[in-house]
């Protein structure tokens, strides 16, 4: 009844639209409606009405986005309205989806002049959520470049915005107004704790290119790429009849008691199933990853991958992943003729043999300068403000980078292309800086100062043009292997610590960071990384190294990283025999549990789990509120207490639980919805620097 209900009054909308002259246009569903106000150089949203709570949060004076074309200022409405409303489109996919196309056309004698807006947007029935995007089509003789671009600008506040709250830094961190929100503001929350209700803007921008501003002038948010006066600009030329694509954005409407809920209730779901994240397409992932990079660096060959290789056998280990030290050189990506004198087939054939899949690690942009490809192609690097090639990544004489955004892109994929066909692989990981590096401050030494036979016109442009390609590498090479995984490292991503929602639309999983401390400090830092990344990115996406599966301390080490995504190194010849079946154990449960509910998908923390440190506890609920079941993951540090009892409030008051221990195979007990409600989970872990894992699923 609902879905009929929705359906007739989406119709009766699209009725009411086309019978206005033209003066107004109205998308909703249950939770959100808004409108937008058609006029002479105007098309601007007038109303944007939560209405669970039926507050109306906008304000006057919404210039609905904004730009600049050859330096010239323009915008949906005010003083740089220079567009005139041409028409619109009405569309509704089966598996609920409500998409509006508005065209506008700059009027003539001014800047806009020969330039088409299209603003599309989407809503969705389940959800309180409505997405963004702008297209700009250039219908001149001459190219134009656009910069300053905001997708989303609004006079836009929940109730007041002088009471506002922010929680910003992927939700970790609580900021006031005003607020610039950069490379690490994929979602910032507005929030009014006095009415328990607010907005979470999200950004679908690239890395560095990503701008986020609340309240910076009065009561405007503003959503879309960095200035041209910002250390990384955001710059397109768009060439005559070229049409231009924005990223995204998207804003979330959000009723909570807690702020921390904010990020655990609708705004997940959209991430989940509306948002497109590669990794979720999937119907199969590989669980735990084993990396060769460390205690080995670079120092690995033939025979020691083989043996390492065996010492996984037995222990569930799904893929095995060559690092650096298996290429002749950067550049040309052959195996090298000594360490690998027959090539990597046989290699990802024994790892196959043993029950795992392969996988490669590769650098993305960076070329030695010996190599053959450089010595063929020097016009493919990036250059820097002298006119030298450069080497983005970090000072090193005998190393460049190239440029994406030339003849180097086909290169380059074709080269992966092959290895992926060739050795079978079912991983790629994709590594080191393509436009700016993660480690060098100077700001004159990022970008591409070089524009001769790239697809770009000068440096500012080239951070864009270089990230784009990068996108389309990643669906290329999807396209041509479906399966594939494909690891885009935060060092390629340009910052530390860095993932957002371009990354994750496009590739499998970004390599976030590394930690080389042994337990309990390695183990703790992983999960206070998920713990900061994990409101706004599904942890399920980040790869954290580098976490030794032989330590004293493998129990704790490895459940810490099952609570985000298990990627081990460690010689493996050296693993304790009674320590593969405990691997071996675990891996087949977390698998059966993860076909069984999906439960690497969810993440649960609010307000129930501290941040992990050194003397806490903490945990995270891996909870499939659909199905209802899951994981649940308990941490003891360096606590004095023993024994806590957390919080449970996933549970249907009317459903019945079974809780049981994956170690013994035992029922900890058959507890009723309402009793996990009121009373919490009551959790001992004798030991410091230990973790208890239990199931969790309802029962008839």
């Given at each position: 009844?609902?879905?009929k ?48 709570t039926?507050?109306?949060?906008s ?26 409303y ?23 004698g ?26 700009i ?29 922010l ?18 503001d ?6 009014n ?17 990503k ?60 991430i ?11 119907k ?15 120092n ?56 795992m899949?392969?996988g ?5 942009a960076s ?49 992966i ?17 393509i ?5 060098v ?9 070089k524009?001769?036979g ?8 080239s ?56 337990a ?5 830092n ?49 693993l ?24 690497t ?10 941040r ?15 199905k209802?079941?899951g ?16 919080a449970f ?22 507890f ?21 894992v ?7």
């Amino acid at each position: 009844m609902y879905y009929k209900f929705i359906r007739v009054a989406f119709l009766a909308i699209l009725a009411s639209c086309n019978a206005f002259s033209q003066d107004s246009l109205v998308i909703k569903n249950r939770f959100l409606e808004r409108k937008f106000t058609i006029s002479d150089n105007s098309f601007h949203t007038s109303r944007f009405q939560h209405l669970l709570t039926n507050k109306d949060y906008s304000r006057p004076g919404s210039e609905e986005f904004y730009f600049t074309i050859n330096g010239k200022a323009v915008s949906g409405n005010g003083a740089d309205g220079l567009f005139k409303y041409i028409k619109h489109t009405s569309a509704r996919t089966g598996d609920g989806v409500q998409k509006v196309v508005v065209q506008l056309a700059g009027r003539s004698g001014n800047s806009a002049e020969n330039v088409v807006v299209d603003l599309s947007y989407e809503v969705y029935d389940e959800l309180p959520v409505i997405r963004k995007q702008i297209s700009i089509t250039n219908n001149g003789s001459k190219a134009i470049a656009i910069a300053d671009l905001e997708v989303e600008r609004l006079n836009l506040v929940p109730v007041s915005s002088q009471q506002s709250e922010l929680y910003t830094n992927y939700g970790s961190r609580f900021a006031w107004r005003p607020y610039h929100g950069d490379h690490h503001d994929a979602a910032i929350f507005v929030y009014n704790n006095y009415a328990k209700e607010g907005f979470i803007l999200g950004n679908e921008a690239p890395s560095i290119l990503k701008k986020t501003e609340i309240y910076a002038d009065h009561h405007r948010i503003s959503i879309g790429m960095t200035k041209l006066t910002d250390h990384y600009p955001f710059k397109k030329w768009i060439e005559p009849g070229e049409k231009f694509n924005s990223p995204k954005t998207f804003i979330c409407l959000v009723q909570s008691q807690k702020w921390e809920d904010a990020f655990e209730g609708h705004f997940a779901d959209f991430i989940r199933t509306r948002l497109g994240v590669k990794l979720f397409e999937r119907k199969e992932i590989p669980f735990t990853f084993y990396n060769t990079w460390r205690p080995f660096y670079t120092n690995i060959n033939d025979t020691l991958v083989t043996q390492l290789a065996d010492g996984l056998e037995g222990t569930g280990t799904d893929l095995f992943i060559m690092d650096a030290g298996w290429e002749n050189n950067y550049g040309d990506w052959e195996a090298h003729p000594t360490r690998f004198p027959n090539g990597l087939k046989p290699i990802t054939d024994h790892i196959r043999k043993r029950g795992m899949k392969a996988g490669l690690w590769m650098g993305l942009a960076s070329v030695d300068k010996n190599s053959k490809l450089y010595k063929e192609h020097p016009e493919w690097a990036i250059y820097d403000k002298n006119g030298e090639p450069a080497y983005l990544h970090e000072e090193m004489k005998g190393r460049v980078t190239m440029s994406l955004a030339s003849g180097y892109y086909d290169y380059i994929l074709e080269k992966i292309k092959r290895h992926v066909r060739e050795n079978d692989l079912a991983y790629i990981k994709l590594d080191l800086a393509i436009a700016n590096s993660a480690y060098v401050l100077d700001y004159s030494k990022k970008g591409d100062y070089k524009s001769e036979g790239k697809a770009h016109k000068d440096r500012e442009s080239s951070y864009f043009a270089i990230y784009e390609k990068a996108l389309q590498l990643f669906d290329d090479l999807h396209k041509a292997f479906p399966n594939l995984l494909v690891d885009c490292t935060y060092e390629v991503w340009g910052e530390y610590y860095i993932n957002d929602y371009a990354l994750i639309e496009h590739a499998d999983y970004d390599w976030l960071t590394n930690y080389d401390d042994d337990a309990p400090v390695g183990p703790i830092n992983i999960r206070q990384m998920a713990f900061d990344r994990g409101r706004a990115i599904p942890v399920a996406t980040n790869l954290i190294g580098n976490q030794y599966m032989d330590s004293p301390y493998s129990k704790y080490t490895f459940l810490s990283l099952a609570s985000v995504k298990p990627i081990l190194v460690g010689d493996s010849r050296k693993l304790p025999q009674t320590l593969k079946p405990w691997y071996l154990k675990w891996n087949t449960w977390f698998k059966m549990m993860d076909q069984k509910y999906q439960f690497t998908r969810f993440s649960y923390v609010s307000d129930i789990f501290q941040r992990p440190t050194m003397s806490n506890w903490d945990g995270v609920y891996k909870f499939n509120k659909e199905k209802q079941g899951g994981v649940l993951f308990f941490f003891r540090n360096g606590s004095v207490e023993t024994t806590r009892t957390f919080a449970f409030p996933l549970a249907q008051p009317g459903g019945r639980y079974r809780l049981f221990s994956p170690e013994d195979g035992k029922d900890l007990g058959i507890f009723s919805g309402t009793e996990l409600l009121e009373k919490g989970i009551r959790v001992t872990i004798e030991k410091q620097f230990d973790a208890s894992v239990w199931g969790i699923e309802k029962v008839e």
